[in-house]
């Protein structure tokens, strides 16, 4: 029997009223896949939008696999080191910081959030954004 397959997407996000894109970008050393500064407009689909938040985003694109929670770990293992700096910016300048997990799938074994993942969300005061859409084939 052929193990169930989901496609996962994730995403780790520090957002706030406004603080200084580039400077957190050249102290936590990571290439954000976006950003947005408050007041800015950017476009989804064909409708326009203003950003009501400025945010620092880096995403994992979709991958299939049969273990979501292997994603996620990939996700983590980027910022665990960069915990002290994130919670530098997130106090100084009162960000918030969501990890976002969206799975789309036939059928899944499930998402198991071990350990490493609720302590990365606790250091950094963290909330998980979890969407879990049904793709039928």
């Known amino acids: 029997m052929e193990k169930p397959t989901t496609n996962i997407r994730s995403y780790f996000c520090v957002f706030g009223d406004n603080f200084p894109l580039d400077e957190f970008t050249q102290k936590i050393a990571i290439t954000p896949t976006e950003t947005r500064t408050k007041g800015a407009l950017y476009t989804i689909g064909k409708t326009q939008h203003e950003s009501y938040t400025s945010s620092w985003t880096y995403e994992i694109d979709d991958q299939r696999t ?43 074994s499930g998402l198991f959030i071990n350990q490493k993942l609720i302590k990365f969300a606790y250091d950094t005061d963290s909330e998980y954004d979890i969407d879990i859409y049904r793709d039928e084939i």
């Open 66 to 108: 049969s273990d979501p929670t292997l994603q996620i770990n990939e996700l983590i293992d980027i910022f665990t080191n960069k915990v002290n700096i994130i919670n530098h910016f997130k106090k100084k300048y009162k960000l918030q910081c969501k990890i976002a997990v969206i799975l789309v799938f036939p059928e899944t």
